[in-house]
């Protein structure tokens, strides 16, 4: 009696182990199928790099996380970095980024760099930003994909480092800044911030906020 009731114990947790495992999997190829893949994220349309530009700094507001640098032994803990875009002499795309850069609570710095602007792929959407980094005395990049902008106040911006077998990108390797040409966003903007955020699998409630409350002095001069 006593095995018998083991037995029906055993099987019944193997049942529910397996009911389990079948609703995580149906969630995840749930969340996993709303994931766009790369090729088919819409960004924005007809973009303007001169109006995006506009002779005006783009700050960073809301972001997930900052894009790794390399040469530096502690990761990026949080930035209140700005955007500078413009074009040379020689017609050239360019971009000036200045800010403080903080590895901890106790650890920062103020950065100023300037760097070429790429578009890649045809999509004058599709940015890639080119700088020199004085720590590894390479060319350092990283994406700068714009998904829209009003060319006012807001632009959402998203990168991918990593694109997985399925076409979609690796989460821990997925980008997601908000830029505005002041310190703050309205609500109308954030909800479409929201709307573009879930379009590529983002909850924009979890990003961090910057404050540009102090700004290194690199940042402030900058046309504002």
Known sequence: MVQSQKSTTMISWSV?????AVCFTRTVCSQSSTCPQISSIPFQSSFDFDRFAGELKWNVLLYNKIVPIEGLDMPVNKSDLSFLFSRNS????????????????????????????????????????????????????????????????????YACEKTMVDGTCN?????????????????????TIKDVGSSVCMDVTHLRHVSHKSPCAAAERLHS
């Open 171 to 191: 989460h821990s390797d997925t980008y997601l800044w908000t830029l505005s040409r002041g310190t703050s966003h309205t609500p109308a903007e954030m909800k």
């Open 90 to 157: 020689n017609n050239t795309q360019t971009v000036t980024i200045a800010g403080r850069v903080r590895l901890a609570p106790t650890v920062a710095f103020c950065l100023e760099l300037e760097g070429i602007v790429d578009s890649l792929s045809g999509n004058a959407a599709k940015l890639q930003q080119n700088y020199f980094n004085p720590l590894t005395k390479k060319l350092f990049t990283f994406n700068f994909w714009v998904l829209h902008t009003d060319y006012k106040n807001l632009a959402v911006v």
């Open 16 to 20: 529910r182990l397996f009911v389990l």
